[in-house]
T-cell receptor, first 113, second 112 residues
Framework: GEDVEQSLFLSVREGDSSVINCTYTDSSSTYLYWYKQEPGAGLQLLTYIFSNMDMKQDQRLTVLLNKKDKHLSLRIADTQTGDSAIYFCAEKADGGATNKLIFGTGTLLAVQP | DGGITQSPKYLFRKEGQNVTLSCEQNLNHDAMYWYRQDPGQGLRLIYYSQIVNDFQKGDIAEGYSVSREKKESFPLTVTSAQKNPTAFYLC???????????FGAGTRLSVL
């Protein structure tokens, strides 16, 4: 079945780069997404990448997609304490036949000052 | 301004009681979703609706019910059959462009 996996926890120092990794199973996924959740809040879309792209950069964020290995990563440059949150990757479910997304379990990013 | 509004922010349920969580969107999105989030876990889909007057069960629909009488509204009822309702509930909606889901701020439900 469809599954999205992430490591549970990442700790970095302020100013360093953070890399959050994700693996997915549905090779027919058209879009893959990264969301951020701050404590007690809803999910906020950070960025997304279309499956025919290898990389997408948006200010401090860089998304890399390796379709062969079904691996997605989110790099945050110059990580700040305000980046501390849970980060979820998601893929479209059912090969895109529906609007459903499958979310990973989330990676808690802790930024040390 | 446009967005998704969930209410209330906090809700307490007595044993045997049904409670309803509200979700309203003014983004003109066709699709709406309800997720449950437990500590240390990802989001699990309860119900979703791709169009008015139609909805489908997600992965954990037992003990929950929904309606979709208006495009803007997708209320979730947590029934007394849901024996472990304590969780953070998130509502989302999506349009046709890239199927990006936009989320509300969530409702935290606790049992008295």
């Amino acid at each position: 079945g469809e599954d999205v996996e992430q490591s549970l926890f990442l700790s970095v120092r302020e100013g360093d780069s953070s890399v959050i990794n994700c693996t997915y199973t549905d090779s027919s996924s058209t879009y893959l997404y990264w969301y951020k959740q701050e404590p007690g809040a809803g999910l906020q879309l950070l960025t997304y990448i279309f499956s025919n792209m290898d990389m997408k950069q948006d200010q401090r964020l860089t998304v890399l997609l390796n379709k062969k290995d079904k691996h997605l990563s989110l790099r945050i440059a110059d990580t700040q304490t305000g980046d501390s949150a849970i980060y979820f990757c998601a893929e479209k479910a059912d090969g895109g036949a529906t609007n459903k997304l499958i979310f990973g379990t989330g990676t808690l990013l802790a930024v040390q000052p | 301004d446009g967005g998704i509004t969930q209410s209330p922010k906090y809700l307490f349920r007595k044993e045997g009681q049904n409670v309803t969580l509200s979700c309203e969107q003014n983004l003109n999105h066709d699709a709406m979703y309800w997720y449950r989030q437990d500590p240390g876990q990802g989001l699990r889909l309860i119900y979703y609706s791709q169009i008015v007057n139609d909805f489908q069960k997600g992965d954990i629909a037992e003990g929950y019910s929904v309606s979709r009488e208006k495009k803007e509204s997708f209320p979730l009822t947590v029934t007394s059959a849901q024996k472990n309702p304590t969780a953070f509930y998130l509502c989302a909606s999506s349009g046709r462009a890239k199927n990006i889901q936009y989320f509300g701020a969530g409702t935290r439900l606790s049992v008295l």
